[in-house]
């Protein structure tokens, strides 16, 4: 249970940034974590709870859950860490976790935010923990290899390589399939790869992953997009189960006059475009395709895909960076309503915006905005935005037309989340898509991952993570591409 009492006697000690102004010249990583000695102290401090609430993965009345959706056995890892047994450590971890390595460090930690010593003092580190494990499971030769499926194994393709295609694969070549990733992009990887700045992971640490798979016989095709249909086609003629893991990418924009044209003059730019474009940069030199350098940037969307649009513009040289969200401001500390073990809906200030009020010199966030127009100048060039502030008083926003005013912006990021999965693919692959309410494929049944009536003759479609459920987080699409994984298994008498 780690050292008896340990929690009384140590404080938490979590892992450091680098200072602001040294970590914003580079995209390296921005994480300075604890020597193992250290961390194996910290996790000392786990009570092995009777209740393990940081292993629940369930909802109290919040969309977002309490604790790890993987249902990691946190407490039984936090003791073998604490003695030093890494690598049963290791293995205790892979029971549940097929990619340690990168919800150790993308994940926001649902599981502390459940820890039952968090309720009245600060929560244990999980999730440092858990990178120390993975981290040092890398070191030592990585994680326990299978035997690759033989020639006559059931085939499966998967499509999309991102958090759930990657956790699918894994899980189904375990099992004993013979799997292919398709992948429309140039890189494995998906939102891993292109959806997250480097600093904040590392693109070694995908690609270090995504070689062993292809040691384990698991076969990557690049540049192969499933939204075409004769490469559908393919896919319901050569394999024996094919599994949509290809995120929720439609994007969510805006309502506001001018946005249309916005977007097509290059000034108004979704999110995941700019990071994949400034990505790209990095790992291949140049100048970025979409570039924040000398510009005023404007980011619209406060969770985190925002804030890392923050530090990538920071990072090339922006003039100035605002960040304007439609919400109210959270409050400073969890509501009366808002209570342990519920995910806390408090204000936060991550690394990105830790960077950009540097750079401003002050608060750059604004909260209860919404945008009336993007201005466009007599070139076509977007030029700024009109924005007026929202009254949230009586629960739902009321715009406050006396508050009306122009901000300069040349460059607008669009972090406003995604409506759903691209359609393309499911409409290639034959599989119904919901005809009202979220655009997301109908299941067979409720529960299943097998999608409803795929038109045609072939293989069985089944739909993983983001690309069934919409977008959610890292953990979650995992969580969820594990379980489809075992489904299309059992399909297959694997």
Known sequence: MGKPGAFLSLGRKA??????????????????????????????????????????????????????????????????????????????????SPLPEFTSRVCPALCEAACNLGCHDEAETIHDNERAISDW????????????????????????SGPAGLAAAWELARRGARVTVY????????????????????????????DLMRELGIEFCLGADAG????AEGLRRDFDAVVVAAGAGA?????????????????????????????????????????????????????????????????????????????????????????WPQW??????????????????AEMREWGIDT???????????????????????G???????????????LVLIACGFTGPVRSVYDALGAQMAVSGRPLPVMAEAGSHRCAAAEGDGAPVFAAGDARNGSSLVVSAIADAMACAGEVAAELGL
Not at 38 to 59: E, H, I, K
Not at 228 to 231: C, P
Not at 268 to 279: H, I, P
Request: glycine share 12%.
């Open 251 to 339: 994007p969510r924009g805006l309502s506001a006059k001018g946005f249309d044209a916005g977007v097509a003059a290059g000034g108004v730019v979704y999110a995941v475009d700019y990071l994949t474009s400034a990505t790209k940069s990095v790992l291949g030199g140049g100048a970025p395709a979409i570039d924040a350098a000398g510009k005023d940037v404007v980011v619209i969307g406060g969770g985190d895909t925002g804030n890392d649009c923050l530090g990538t513009a920071v990072r090339q040289g922006a003039k100035s960076v605002r960040q304007f969200e439609f919400l109210p401001c959270a409050p400073e500390v969890a509501a009366p309503g808002n209570q």
């Open 183 to 210: 992948e429309k992009s140039d890189r494995a990887g998906g939102l891993l790869m292109y959806g997250i700045p480097n600093m904040k992971l590392e693109k070694s640490v995908v690609e270090r992953r995504v």
């Open 228 to 231: 075409e249909k004769g490469v």
């Open 15 to 96: 892992h450091d940034l680098r200072p602001v102004v040294e970590r914003t010249k580079d995209y390296d990583e921005l994480y300075v974590t604890l020597s193992q000695e250290a961390q194996q102290l910290q996790a000392s401090r786990c009570m092995m709870c009777g209740v393990a609430f940081c292993q629940t993965g369930v909802s109290f009345g919040h969309a977002r859950p309490s604790g790890c959706p993987l249902h990691n056995l946190i407490p039984e890892w936090n003791d073998l860490l604490y003695r030093g047994e890494m690598r049963e450590a290791a293995e205790r971890l892979a029971l549940t």
């Open 344 to 361: 806390p809906n408090v204000k936060k200030t991550d690394y990105g915006q830790q960077e950009a009020i540097a750079l401003m010199g």
């Open 137 to 160: 499971e890398w070191a030592h030769g990585g994680p326990r290899r299978f035997e690759p499926a033989g020639a006559g194994a059931p085939a499966v393709a998967v499509v999309g």
């Open 372 to 394: 009336l127009e993007v201005a466009l100048d007599a070139a076509g060039e977007v030029c700024g935005l009109d924005v007026v502030d929202l009254d949230w008083s009586a």
């Open 396 to 410: 739902k926003p009321e715009r406050r037309m006396d508050t009306e005013r122009t901000y300069p912006a040349q």
